[in-house]
């Protein structure tokens, strides 16, 4: 994935994006899961 980075600086912007996302929507199941 280094790689593809490297080389791509437009995929590495999404795929910040993308491990944003991700770890928003843990946060928030995580969250529900607590106050459960």
């Known amino acids: 994935m ?3 980075v490297a080389d791509a600086p ?3 912007r999404t795929y910040f ?3 944003n996302y991700i ?3 843990f946060q928030y199941q995580k969250k529900n899961y ?3």
């Open 17 to 19: 994006r993308e491990i």
């Open 2 to 4: 280094a790689v593809l």
């Open 10 to 12: 437009r995929d590495k």
């Open 23 to 25: 770890a928003a929507a």
């Open 34 to 36: 607590n106050s459960a």
